[in-house]
């Protein structure tokens, strides 16, 4: 990465927070340690509002000779840029972007974004193959930090089976309850657990103690943006909590899903389950075969840091994009902007408008209200939670009051 050539637009994530994830922060680490650059966009949004971040964003573009852009999204279900002004980007950059949860939100906003983008990175075979279904060039990419996920120095393994994660998702209670009621001694650690939630630091220790670590593949129940869509149930998600995993030298013993076996090598780097008595299964014999199961959890460590260190991994992005922005040649993407995305887009100016009013900065409220009336659509579902969140929440005996109120009616 020795040209500094490449801007990473992102967020910082509290890492301290409880189940705090490193992910993109490995990633500006390794960025800003080669020289290139970095941008927190939320935080400049909140300074410079809608217009003001677009004209910053130009300038810092043209002044730093920027040829490559990698966007990765804050919030999965955020909505802060115009499709347009990406692709006002792209006349002048390669543009990347990285979608976060795709697998949630790619029907009514990951695949409209996409249209901008010179190149959409996901870390599964899945996504891969329906962007480009859609005519967007896709690859999959994934990288860790070995800061963060490693080895630890004398730690003996007496968790025999422990899982770290959010319990709420689709089939992991039942899973873990079927285990439990079978016998199997396991810690659950996240949230809706027995141990609750643990910071990252707690949770690479867990990964370290464990003889087996469970990862379910399964993603969150329809929430105000996905309301209705339970057949999301039937998704499964990879997941790169695996390669954390491996990477701390733990034995994984993940739910199935595409992308796994491009990964890892199935039975020989990592062991897949599909039911709970297939589970069980397997959390019996691998408990009994110590040296099968440590053979596997080796396999996997050494592959790990061969292939998927951000320290090897991300230089080696750069070289790739660097070469396809060579060999770009720009063509006006046509952009399709649906009623969907645009009353989601308008909705998402809600939240915005309150952070902005309790900031005390009128002007980009004010702002924002214009682009929802130049739309004229909206989710009023999505309104009542903002309105909950951003307002409520911050005010317990007034929305005890709302709550009885609207009980009554």
């Known amino acids: 990465m020795n040209e500094k050539d490449t801007l990473f637009l992102t967020k910082i994530t509290d890492v301290l927070s409880p189940m705090g994830m490193d992910f993109y922060n490995s990633y500006i680490r390794e960025f800003t340690k080669n020289g290139q650059y970095f941008l927190d ?11 003001g971040i677009e004209r910053y964003l130009l300038d810092f573009i043209e002044k730093n000779k920027i040829k490559i852009l990698i966007f990765a999204w804050a919030d999965s279900w955020g909505f802060d840029f115009r499709v347009e002004f990406f692709e006002l980007l792209r006349q002048k950059i390669f543009l990347v972007m990285i ?9 009514f906003k990951d695949i409209y974004y996409a249209q901008a983008a010179d190149l959409v990175i996901v870390p599964d075979i899945v996504g891969r193959f329906i962007f480009r279904h859609y005519g967007v060039n896709a690859i999959t990419f994934y990288a860790f930090d070995t800061t963060t996920y490693r080895k630890l120095n004398g730690i003996s393994q007496d968790i025999d ?3 770290v994660g959010a319990v709420i998702k689709y089939r992991r209670k039942d899973f873990l309850y079927y285990l439990a009621k079978n016998g199997i ?7 809706g657990t027995q141990n ?9 220790e867990i990964y370290n103690r464990s003889k087996i670590n469970l990862s379910f593949t399964g993603i969150d129940p329809p929430n105000i943006f996905t309301r209705g869509r339970t057949i999301l149930k039937r998704v499964r998600q990879f997941k790169g909590k695996i390669i954390d995993i491996a990477l701390c030298g733990g034995f994984v013993l993940t739910e199935d899903a595409l992308g796994n076996e491009e990964a890892l090598v199935l039975n020989k780097e990592i062991v897949v389950f599909n039911t709970k008595e297939e589970l069980l299964q397997k959390v019996i ?12 959890a080796e396999n996997a460590y050494r592959r790990s840091l061969k292939d998927y260190t951000v320290s090897t991994a991300l230089p080696a992005l750069i070289q790739k994009l660097r070469k396809m922005n060579d060999e770009k040649k720009y063509t006006p993407a046509e952009i399709i902007l649906d009623e969907i995305f645009l009353r989601n887009y308008a909705t998402y100016r809600f939240p915005l408008i309150l952070k902005f009013i309790l900031s005390g900065k009128y002007s980009f409220a004010f702002e924002e209200l214009a682009i929802i009336f130049k739309i004229r659509k909206m989710d009023f579902h999505q309104v009542w939670y903002y309105l909950k969140r951003e307002t409520l929440d911050r005010f317990p005996r007034l929305k005890k009051f709302l709550k009885r109120i609207f009980k009554k009616k």
């Open 41 to 51: 966009y939320p935080k400049l949004y909140s300074e410079l509002g809608n217009s």
């Open 99 to 107: 979608p976060c949860d795709w697998e949630h939100y790619f029907n």
């Open 161 to 163: 089976v422990s899982f």
């Open 185 to 191: 001694n396991i810690q659950t650690y996240g949230l």
């Open 196 to 204: 609750g939630k643990v910071t990252s630091e707690k949770m690479v």
């Open 285 to 296: 014999y691998y408990l009994k075969n110590e040296n099968e199961r440590k053979s596997i």
